[in-house]
């Protein structure tokens, strides 16, 4: 199965401070359909996980801007450009493009 | 609005089988599939498998074949996760996700039920 890889686990931020988090996954996400199947979800605390970014780089129904995807192939980032209080949680990036689907380890971001 | 309603928390004994419900409302329910997702304590997310509520096809992890079903009631827009000989590490909370796979296979997943604690303790 696909390994994805996030770095860093854990990360720390004042708010209206930039962050940034890296997902590397084992095999290329491109499809020869034209799609790259890369995830990214966000889970607050005791709440169940939400969409954030489907395909890359396509923010959800009701995303802020602030949140955005990109990368391509094996090496993928999503990019808060000014965190707000209400960011916290553990972020998740997934893959769909071979079964099973498969998570990275989470990056957990607090609140400095 | 989309909502998936689960179940309520269980807690069986090792051996036994739970099965969750997750009633779904706001959509058009044979046009999507449903995945399950479960998540030990403090841990991370784990893909269950995925079901086709138009033509009741299933993908499943392969380390739960042979102990998992996945089964939908399309007059009542209600899928199901049964998950048999239950043992401690199968402890987690379980969500259903509605999934934008709809035919064949899964795709992803874009509204989340409220989870479901299932604790298998003797």
């Known amino acids: 199965e696909i390994v994805m890889t996030q770095t860093p686990l854990s990360l720390s931020v004042t708010p209206g401070q930039p962050a940034s988090i890296s997902c590397k996954s084992s095999?290329?996400?491109?499809?020869?359909?034209?799609?790259?199947?890369l995830y990214w979800y966000l889970q607050k605390p005791g709440q169940p996980p939400q969409l954030l970014i489907y395909?890359?780089?396509n923010r959800f129904s009701g995303v802020p801007d602030r949140f955005s995807g990109s990368g391509s192939e094996t090496d993928f980032t999503l990019k808060i450009s000014r965190v707000e209080a209400e960011d916290i949680g553990v972020y998740y990036c997934m893959q769909s493009i071979q079964l099973p689907p498969t998570f990275g380890q989470g990056t957990k971001v607090e609140i400095k | 609005q989309v909502q998936l309603v689960q179940s309520g928390a269980e807690v069986k004994k090792p051996g036994a089988s739970v099965k969750v419900s997750c009633k779904a409302s706001g959509f058009t329910f044979n046009s999507y599939g449903i995945s399950w997702v479960r998540q030990a304590p403090g841990q991370g997310l784990e893909w269950m498998g995925w079901?086709?509520?138009?033509?009741?096809?299933?993908n499943y992890a392969q380390k739960l074949q042979g102990r998992l079903t996945m089964t939908t009631d399309t007059s009542t827009s209600t899928a199901y996760m049964e998950l048999r000989s239950l043992r401690s590490d199968d402890t987690a909370v379980y969500y259903c996700?509605?999934?934008?796979?709809?035919?064949?296979?899964?795709?992803?997943?874009?509204?989340w039920g409220q989870g479901t604690l299932v604790t298998v303790s003797s």
């Open positions: 095999q290329s996400l491109l499809h020869s359909d034209g799609k790259t199947y």
């Open positions: 079901i086709s509520a138009y033509n009741g096809n299933t």
């Open positions: 395909e890359v780089s």
């Open positions: 996700a509605r999934d934008r796979g709809t035919l064949v296979r899964t795709y992803y997943f874009d509204y």
